[in-house]
């Protein structure tokens, strides 16, 4: 059972946006520990698609944007193309486990 | 470019032991920290620990210690995970990641199957 609690799936249409959000504690997020963003397409390995909490690295377009408050981060993907349908994993830092820590994922499908 | 290259797929029976390799290329490979992740089939990922590729210095998620242990070789770049005790719950893929300190470089994964 993660630490770090993700919807499990959220859902849109093409041009919408969706966000997924990723509750922590104060041992983890709330700690001031950074979040960071995977996108895992099926059958590959994960990508990092936010760093920092806020950052992309390049080559990701900026439909993508992470924000952060309190204990909890969130992933907004704006203007959603089929491309994006993937699993999304948030990754933080827990003081309790004394190691990285990932959320469960969530399950984005593009109408 | 920078890439991290695992080895190839394993079957292994219960109760033994599987060592995965993880070569770096396009990169000082003691400059980063190296972690390894695994996932299950359907599931989602699990951190196992992390190296210091130029100490050699671990640390290891409480699920995995004691049956986890990760190593290095400089002279080719490569890290070394390897899990022993295997059970049919240890069947999933196992990658490793480049930590700065973000995971930024992904290896293309490495499955494990336990199988009698």
């Known amino acids: 059972q993660s630490v770090l609690t993700q919807p499990p799936s959220v859902s849109g249409a093409p041009g919408q946006r969706v966000t997924i959000s990723c509750s922590g504690s104060?041992?983890?997020?709330?700690?001031?520990?950074?979040v960071h963003w995977y996108q895992q397409l099926p059958g590959t390995a994960p990508k990092l698609l936010i760093y920092?909490?806020?950052n992309r690295p390049s080559g990701v377009p900026d439909r993508f944007s992470g924000s952060i408050s309190g204990s909890s981060a969130s992933l907004a993907i704006t203007g959603l193309q089929a491309e994006d349908e993937a699993d999304y994993y948030c990754?933080?830092?827990?003081?309790?486990?004394?190691?990285?820590?990932f959320g469960g994922g969530t399950k984005l499908t593009v109408l | 470019q920078v890439q991290l290259v695992q080895s190839g797929a394993e079957v292994k029976k219960p109760g033994a032991s599987v060592k995965v390799s993880c070569k770096a290329s396009?990169?000082?490979?003691?400059?980063?920290?190296l972690n390894w992740v695994r996932q299950a089939p359907g599931q989602g990922l699990d951190w196992m620990g992390w190296?210091?590729?130029?100490?050699?210095?671990?640390g290891y998620a409480q699920k995995f210690q004691g049956r986890v242990t990760m190593t290095k070789d400089v002279s080719v770049n490569t890290a070394y995970l390897e899990l022993s005790s295997l059970t049919y719950e240890d069947t999933a893929v196992y990658y490793c990641?480049?930590?700065?300190?973000?995971?930024?470089?992904w290896g293309q994964g490495t499955t494990v199957t336990v199988s009698s």
């Open positions: 990641a480049r930590e700065w300190p973000y995971m930024d470089v």
């Open positions: 396009g990169y000082i490979f003691t400059r980063y920290d």
């Open positions: 190296m210091n590729p130029d100490s050699g210095n671990t």
């Open positions: 104060s041992s983890n997020i709330g700690a001031d520990y950074d």
């Open positions: 920092g909490n806020i």
């Open positions: 990754q933080s830092y827990d003081t309790k486990l004394s190691g990285m820590l």
